[in-house]
């Protein structure tokens, strides 16, 4: 009797799932083109029951792997261990990508419901004790494999990952390890859903036209345009979305409502309400550390920079300390700067940081008569994507075609098949520019199908630039366009992978690496030569002048000592969060007021993400992490340095480019592959001349 019960129980649950998998789009085959996921037919509703499902599968190939009566072998348990979970990398992929453009309530709830049981499923696998067993047998023995480089990457990286999961843990510790990674997402989910709120939720509405003095015709109908569609007919909205933000603090000469705007921009999830991110983000970082103390580490940042490139702290603090002192001499010279001509003005209020955008503007245009107005026509959107192309076709071959049969999720997205010089297939990438209520903030790369062997990369990329308005099409500033070059640089680390393991594909690096192959294509994207083949005019279609480059190029150092001064205050927020050694809360607003003052930052800058909205440390990856832009920095600066030595296209070292940086994944030491594009390892000397600072 008990026997037909179980065969009973088994026949209902494959019955079940069949149900299920017969109508979500997520558990059937992808009949599309090149096996993209078939976006227009998912709903909110599909992605709990894939996931169980998902789930489900994944604890059976664990379970095979584990209860495999054969010595423990790479080919059984660690290429088994990489292989396993495909179809729930495949459900969860196409979640993470839409959910950060889709972000509605519905999406939101999906998203606190699958938290707590995807934490725990990858607990069972990570805290699993006899498929570490497995895995470290196999590890023990690897001097006596005969594996290539890859394999023996892969097995040293996945044992590795064992450890610092929690593998050699007691039951005890294993246990409240669990209790903190789910407590860890949930806050960090919550987070995030704060902080779009927040910056949804406020609006400066002006209703007397004499408040847009100073404004051009360009931002003022873009503003009646926002206004519009939030239900203020016949006014004008702004918002603290950076594309209607800045603009605004640039050009506006109303000072008040200058300091209205700024001051709700940095004080979000500041606000005692239900959206405040204070006693959040206070607890995260307990959590962290606490959590750091149970893996054997002093700090969270000892914990995380013991597995990057920096190995330490205090090598992250070397490195921040050595570029402050030059930054804030530079800061400090810029304030003079514009504190002259607010005098010359016949004002006498001391420059504040809400001044900054307006003034620095006023100095730029005075010492190098460059005017962001005069910039923007050159780079329409559609010009800087295309020219981003040509410099991934110069360099290596690669054309983009666009796709009108792949399903897209919004009316917005572009998708492009990339190919090789040769014809054949590369890759698929969605473009996404612009913002929407729906999407969270800032520019990044995601993947809805990573490259592995006999797998072709699906990737997306994501921005909140500047919209057309009325006739006039999407008009980039200069730094909207760099930052367009840097996310399809990451997008290329992805289509141009050669990897055979999945879990070592693409962007799967080291965290201060991750962000060389963004930042090198920042390089071409501000080249004059380069310029002169993508920027052009959008009415007339002339390639911009050379007058404009060279005001463009002589102005290059300009406002350096408070664009990278903001950057290294958050860096050095991040870090002093995360070097904490005691799990004890803290209030945000005085633990961030001693760390600014132990730096000596200047009153006339905040860091670039205050704690209550730093979303890259608190909802995202980067915790004990956001020095890795100026540590990548290093790194682009001085590999692009080949290029300007032998040629801007020369094929030879584009093509050891992609051989030992784009194509490798995280194959190989991140520094031996610098070291063998380079030969030789990276010297600083680069990114002070770049940046002035030297």
Not at 34 to 57: R, S
Request: neutral net charge; charged residues 25%.
């Amino acid at each position: 009797m008990t026997r037909w019960i179980i065969i009973t129980g088994m026949i209902s649950l494959l019955l079940a799932g069949c149900s299920q998998q017969s109508g979500n789009p997520l558990l059937q085959e992808w009949k599309t083109p090149f096996g993209v996921p078939p976006v227009d037919k998912i709903e909110v509703g599909h992605y709990v029951p894939a996931y169980k499902v998902a789930m489900a599968e994944h604890k059976t190939e664990i379970d095979n792997i584990v209860n495999n009566t054969e010595a423990p072998t790479f080919q059984n348990t660690i290429e088994a261990l990489d292989a396993a979970g495909g179809l729930l990398s495949k459900v969860s992929n196409v979640f993470g990508v839409l959910n950060s453009v889709i972000t509605t309530d519905e999406m939101q709830a999906t998203a606190r419901t699958l938290s707590p049981l995807t934490t725990k499923h990858y607990d069972d696998i990570k805290l699993n004790s006899d498929l570490f067993k497995r895995v470290k047998a196999v590890y023990e023995q690897k001097e006596s494999l005969d594996l290539n480089g890859e394999q023996m990457r892969l097995l040293e990286e996945r044992y590795k990952n064992f450890i610092r999961g929690g593998a050699n843990l007691s039951d005890d510790k294993k246990a409240e390890l669990r209790i903190i990674n789910e407590k860890v997402g949930m806050l960090s989910l919550e987070f995030g859903e704060n902080l779009l709120k927040e910056t949804n939720a406020f609006e400066l509405v002006i209703d007397n036209k004499e408040d847009l003095d100073g404004l051009t015709e360009g931002i003022i109908q873009g503003a009646a345009e926002t206004a519009t569609t939030r239900g203020h007919e016949g006014k004008w909205v702004f918002t603290t979305h950076r594309p209607s933000m800045y603009p605004f603090l640039t050009y506006s000469t109303k000072r008040n409502l200058r300091e209205i705007l700024y001051k709700a921009y940095i004080n979000r999830g500041n606000n005692n309400n239900e959206a405040d991110n204070n006693a959040i983000l206070s607890e995260l970082a307990a959590l962290r550390v606490k959590r750091a103390n149970i893996m054997g580490f002093n700090s969270h940042a000892d914990f995380i920079i013991s597995n990057n490139m920096a190995q330490t702290p205090k090598a992250v603090y070397d490195l921040l300390g050595d570029l402050w002192k030059p930054t804030m001499k530079m800061a400090k010279r810029e304030v003079k700067a514009m504190q002259k001509i607010i005098k010359s003005e016949g004002h006498s209020f001391k420059l504040q940081s809400w001044d900054w955008w307006n003034y620095a503007e006023k100095v730029k245009k005075a010492k190098y008569d460059l005017d962001e107005a005069e910039i923007r026509p050159y780079f329409k959107l559609e010009y800087v994507r295309e020219g981003a192309f040509m410099v991934a076709n110069k360099l290596w071959g690669l054309t983009f075609t666009e796709r009108h049969d792949i399903p897209v999720y919004h009316e917005e997205v572009k998708v492009f098949e990339v190919k090789e010089a040769d014809g054949s297939h590369v890759g698929i990438l969605y473009t996404d520019y612009f913002p929407r209520a729906t999407k969270r903030g800032g520019a990044w790369m995601n993947s809805f199908r990573k490259q592995h062997k006999g797998v072709t990369p699906v990737i997306t990329n994501n921005g909140n630039f500047t919209r057309p308005v009325g006739d006039t099409p999407s008009l980039l500033s200069f730094d909207e366009a760099t930052t367009l070059f840097h996310e399809f640089g990451h997008a290329l680390h992805g289509l141009l992978s050669k990897c055979t393991y999945n879990s070592l594909s693409g962007t799967s690096v080291k965290r201060d690496f991750v962000e060389l192959p963004s930042q090198i294509m920042e390089n071409w994207a501000s080249h004059p030569e380069v310029m002169k083949l993508y920027a052009k005019h959008y009415e007339t279609g002339e390639a911009i002048p050379q007058e404009l480059i060279n005001k463009i190029e002589k102005a290059s150092h300009f406002n350096q000592g408070f664009i990278t001064g903001e950057y290294l205050a958050a860096s050095f927020l991040d870090m002093d969060w995360h070097s904490m050694t005691e799990s004890i809360e803290h209030d945000p607003t005085i633990f961030e007021n001693k760390a600014m003052k132990r730096i000596k930052l200047i009153d006339e800058i905040i860091p670039r993400y205050r704690s209550t909205y730093f979303s890259h440390i608190f909802a995202g990856g980067y915790s004990a992490g956001y020095y890795v832009y100026i540590w990548a920095a290093v790194l682009d600066t001085d590999a692009f340095g080949a290029f300007e030595e032998k040629g801007l296209f020369d094929q030879a070292t584009a093509a050891s480019l992609r051989e030992n940086i784009f194509s490798k994944g995280n194959s190989k030491d991140p520094m031996e592959l610098f070291k063998t594009f380079r030969g030789r390892e990276p010297k600083v000397d680069f990114l002070l001349a770049k940046r002035g600072l030297k």
